[in-house]
């Protein structure tokens, strides 16, 4: 008589856990090899992160393949890791509600096709576009960055935009920029008093993606957020800590 091994629910669960996180350590490799400046900036811990959210966000959108989550982790990089909510992008959301009548296979390939145009259009080849934006942050005072209050603070926004990240101005729509400012608003604790806090926020969300202050890529938003209160704005700290970023990251190229 054939004797079968038994199984239990707690070894089946610890298997399956085994598996998980060997595919996690398999993801994070993968994007050490293919955005490692990225990668030595955040460090291991938030690269695993990323990697757990953009496993949970791409089964959630009907990826489960090795290729569907990778690319959906490539994009996270690209775009920002909740750039499938974001209101720059609204092809994504087109595309992501289509995706169940679509091969998943197929539907992943038009995406990450698409979102390669837009990285190389706005940001450009090897980002020199977003490098060039991130540079006039550096060296410019808030005062050469932002415009002088019109009234209309969603012009003020897109004014801004078109003078530090013109390759984005060209694709934001008034209606876009209307989605961000309202997005900004959400990023400090308190609503902002002064709407140069609500301008500086919203560049960031264009430089950083949708709620770049949650991202695991960008934990340097959510620490100066939190950091005790010095006399300065949470606004300020948000702009101290992205030229040190922008410092730190073009030392690693």
Same mark, same amino acid.
């Given at each position: 008589m054939t004797k079968f091994l038994r199984v239990s629910t707690e070894q089946i669960a610890a298997m399956s856990e085994c598996a998980v996180n060997g595919f996690i350590d398999y993801a994070c490799n993968f994007l050490y090899q293919n955005y490692s400046g990225q990668c030595k900036l955040v460090g291991r811990t938030q690269v695993r992160m990323t990697a757990k959210l953009g496993i949970l966000r791409a089964k959630f959108h009907g990826y489960t393949t090795e290729h569907g989550v990778l690319s959906y982790l490539r994009m996270m990089f690209m775009l920002g890791s909740s750039f499938d909510c974001d209101p720059q992008y609204p092809w994504v959301y087109s595309m992501l509600t289509s995706a169940p009548q679509t091969d998943p296979y197929l539907s992943m390939c038009g995406l990450l096709d698409r979102a390669w145009q837009y990285q190389a259009t706005v940001a450009g080849s090897n980002l020199v576009h977003l490098q060039a934006a991130l540079d006039r942050l550096q060296r410019s005072t808030l005062e050469e960055i932002l415009p002088s209050p019109s009234g209309d =603070?969603?012009? %003020? $926004?897109?004014?801004?935009? /078109? @003078?530090?990240?013109p390759t984005k101005r060209a694709v934001v729509t008034r209606s876009i920029a209307e989605q961000i400012l309202n997005a900004a608003k959400k990023v400090y604790a308190r609503p902002p008093v002064q709407s140069r806090d609500l301008l500086i926020a919203a560049g960031f969300i264009y430089l950083f993606g949708h709620e770049f202050h949650r991202d695991p890529l960008h934990p340097w938003a959510a620490a100066a957020l939190m +950091? $005790?209160? %010095? /006399? /300065? $704005? @949470? +606004? =300020?700290?948000?702009?101290? +800590? +992205? !030229? @040190?970023? /922008?410092? !730190?990251? !073009?030392?690693?190229?």
């Open positions: =603070i969603v012009q %003020d $926004s897109l004014c801004w935009l /078109g @003078e530090t990240y +950091a $005790s209160n %010095d /006399g /300065g $704005s @949470e +606004a =300020i700290r948000l702009v101290n +800590a +992205a !030229r @040190e970023v /922008g410092h !730190r990251l !073009r030392s690693l190229k």
